[in-house]
């Protein structure tokens, strides 16, 4: 979802915007996607056009979808979606950070049971292939608002956040192996650039291609790391 800051408001709209209404109209909307008012918590209605909209991005692209075609597509009317994000790309903004919380948290749970940076390494990549789906939607809709003409600075920092924290998680475990021993001395920060690129290739390639054999894919760019790393599982 959207960073603290703007999830908050996002709720408290939410809640302004729900708070009495039982009439026909609000509960058809609510129903439309899945939520009832009153029954469920606001967030989870925001949540819900988050989803929506993010599927529908990644279907056909931040340019020529509309306001109008998420609310078909959810049921419910464009005031609305207006009132809780505010204008279209403020809504793709909290697609983005909904997809790169997802994945994140996803790899922390992963993340949990791991301790040795070779470990740490390969939960990150196998969360790739894990949530194949999600990241290559995400990796899709970013190439489609790059090339759109249309740049916004709170997306494109979100769109950066992924590729930050990645670098962090990764880097550091590089580091670590490294003064651990485990691993060859190298650049950790070029090591990570090259893991991550290789990663966007893979995942691009594996949306081109359904036929790609994703895990295999991984795997291989495994391998490549841990013979640049000199380590030996």
């Known amino acids: 979802m959207a960073r603290a800051g703007s999830q908050a408001t996002t709720v408290a709209r939410a809640r302004r915007a729900t708070k009495g209404r039982t009439s026909g109209t609000s509960r058809d909307a609510a129903g439309a996607i899945g939520l009832v008012i009153g029954e469920d918590p606001p967030a989870d ?27 078909a597509t959810t049921g419910v009317n464009t005031a609305l ?62 190439l489609d608002y790059a090339s759109s003409g249309r ?43 090259f893991i991550s690129t290789h990663l966007d290739g893979v995942m691009v390639r594996s949306a081109i291609f359904p036929d790609v054999d994703l895990a295999g894919a991984v795997a291989d760019l495994q391998a490549l790391v841990w013979a640049q790393l000199d380590y030996r599982p």
Do not use: C, M
């Open 45 to 71: 209605r925001a949540e819900a056009l988050v989803v929506a909209a993010f599927a529908l991005f990644a279907e056909r692209n931040f340019a020529s979808v509309t306001i109008k075609d998420i609310a």
């Open 151 to 193: 740049r916004v600075a709170s997306i494109d920092r979100s769109i950066r956040r992924f590729y930050d924290d990645e670098a962090s998680a990764v880097s550091d475990a590089i580091l670590a192996g490294i003064e651990q021993g485990i691993f060859r001395p190298v650049d950790p920060v070029k090591l990570t650039a």
């Open 81 to 142: 979606i207006y009132y809780y994000f505010g204008s279209k790309e403020e809504l793709f903004r909290a697609t983005i950070e909904h997809a790169v919380d997802r994945a994140f948290r996803h790899f922390r749970t992963l993340r949990a049971g791991l301790t040795s940076p070779p470990e740490i390494i390969a939960g990150w990549l196998e969360n790739h292939v894990r949530l194949g789906d999600l990241i290559r939607k995400l990796v899709k809709i970013s």
